[in-house]
């Protein structure tokens, strides 16, 4: 009877002291952060038509993809020349009215002003970079001990040049369809540690062997020149997704941007190189 009497008391004070810690804390999330321009493109030197996607960030809570920008206007200026973009399909994503090819050694200016009158604008300086030489494959065993099975494993042969400074990111397509679609999956490097150098059979991308469906199948494989400030921008946009939630991570850091007036994302300006190979199983 005493050892219940004393259980008894023991609940009674567990209840009482959660109870008087018991608080309702009311979070501001700051609904005007949760309503900024988010500005995604890049000019290269392709002959093609080049795209800018203008879309809203979106309250934290809220599980839907984010509106797109509409109405607003979108160009492109380097020296006295202009390209002028249009919204095709009415969904935020503004397309060249025509194919147009990029210049190496020049600035681009990106310009936009919303209907409602803001207006945004970034630039980005188009790095020139050696083409490559050649790509190669191998088919190998992953090395890594969480993933299992057999990759193919795309290999660059390239000069990279002097001075220190350059950065790269490569695109991969399988068959004609972009492989390297979301941020996680595109390699990107500095010049760091091969300033210079010439690389030769360096694998930058991996392919799982059930990504080759068909007896052959063609690889084309696109290096492109980046700026400082756009591998950064990866960087520190992986560091607060994929590379988050860690026990020893640091307080969340804003994401660096080139788009003035407070809005977010990146506008680009890359030089390609590309070449392709076949792989017969």
């Known amino acids: 009877m005493k050892h219940t009497k004393h259980i008894n008391i023991f609940i009674l004070f567990i209840y009482f002291l959660i109870s008087s810690c018991s608080e309702i804390i009311d979070m501001d999330l700051n609904d005007a952060e949760n309503n900024r321009l988010v500005v995604e493109g890049t000019i290269t030197t392709e002959q093609k038509t080049h795209w800018i996607k203008?879309?809203?960030?979106?309250?934290?809570?809220?599980?839907?993809?984010a509106s797109g920008e509409?109405?607003?206007?979108?160009?492109?200026?380097?020296?006295?020349?202009?390209?002028?973009?249009?919204?095709?399909?009415?969904?935020?994503?503004?397309?060249?009215?025509?194919?147009?090819?990029?210049?190496t050694g020049k600035t681009y200016t990106l310009n936009i002003r919303l209907s409602n009158g803001e207006q945004y604008s970034a630039e980005s300086y188009l790095?020139?970079?050696?083409?490559?030489?050649?790509?190669?494959?191998?088919?190998?065993?992953?090395d890594i001990p969480v993933e299992e099975g057999y990759f193919?494993?795309?290999?660059?042969?390239?000069?990279?040049?002097e001075p220190i400074g350059d950065y790269y990111l490569w695109e991969v397509f399988i068959d004609g369809?972009?492989?390297?679609?979301?941020?996680?999956?595109?390699?990107f490097v500095s010049d760091e540690f091969v300033n210079g150098s010439y690389i030769a059979d360096w694998?930058?991308?991996?392919?799982?062997?059930?990504?080759?469906?068909n007896d052959t199948t063609v690889i084309k494989l696109q290096m492109l020149s980046i700026s400082k400030a756009e591998y950064e921008f990866k960087i520190a946009v992986l560091l607060e997704t994929?590379?988050?939630?860690?026990?020893?991570?640091?307080?969340p850091t804003n994401i660096p941007t080139n788009i003035s007036n407070g809005a977010v994302g990146f506008f680009g300006a890359s030089a390609v190189t590309e070449d392709s190979l076949v792989i017969i199983k």
Do not use: C, W
Request: charged share 25%; no cysteine; aromatic share 12%.
């Open 242 to 251: 994929d590379f988050s939630g860690a026990g020893f991570n640091g307080p």
């Open 177 to 187: 369809k972009l492989e390297s679609d979301t941020l996680r999956k595109k390699t």
């Open 152 to 161: 193919y494993l795309i290999n660059v042969f390239v000069q990279e040049p």
């Open 203 to 213: 694998p930058v991308y991996q392919i799982e062997e059930s990504k080759i469906t």
């Open 127 to 142: 790095k020139p970079i050696h083409p490559m030489d050649s790509i190669t494959y191998t088919y190998a065993k992953s």
């Open 70 to 103: 509409l109405n607003a206007q979108v160009s492109i200026s380097t020296d006295d020349t202009t390209f002028y973009y249009i919204d095709p399909d009415n969904d935020g994503v503004y397309e060249t009215d025509k194919e147009l090819s990029a210049k």
């Open 54 to 65: 203008l879309s809203r960030t979106s309250d934290y809570f809220v599980n839907q993809p």
